[in-house]
């Protein structure tokens, strides 16, 4: 069965930077676009970026773009996000989820998440 399991997350100071990783296994990773998701305080989900199979073609919502990086690694089954210049508004429970932008929610498939808090 599907299993993504999502890490990096912790507590970071405005301006500061972490990477969060995702380990997928289950299906044929090669063949899916990947997307991460997050949930603010109080908010319901938001797609955040996405990157298709080949790693090639990459999206990102406006406010992260120039900011964050989505990545992937296909011999390893992994999806990155690295997160640079956080803003306290960047502080939700990020979780990495099998699909692109149109389709994540669809597919019902993305992990446990994993908390990124950004606060002096």
């Known amino acids: 069965q599907v299993q993504i399991v999502e890490s990096g997350g912790g507590l970071v100071q405005p301006g500061g930077s972490l990477r969060l990783s995702c380990a997928a296994s289950?299906?044929?990773?090669?063949?899916?676009?990947m997307s991460w998701v997050r949930q603010a305080p109080g908010k319901g989900l938001e797609w955040v970026a996405d990157?298709?199979?080949?790693?090639?073609?990459?999206n990102y919502i406006d406010s992260v773009k120039g900011r964050f990086t989505i990545s992937r690694d296909n011999a390893k089954n992994t999806v990155d996000l690295q997160m640079n210049s956080l803003k306290p508004q960047d502080t939700a429970v990020y979780y990495c989820?099998?699909?692109?932008?149109?389709?994540?929610?669809?597919?019902?498939?993305w992990g446990q998440g994993t908390q990124v808090t950004v606060s002096s």
């Open positions: 989820a099998k699909g692109p932008r149109s389709l994540w929610r669809l597919n019902g498939s």
């Open positions: 990157i298709n199979g080949a790693g090639n073609v990459i």
């Open positions: 289950g299906f044929a990773f090669t063949t899916f676009s």
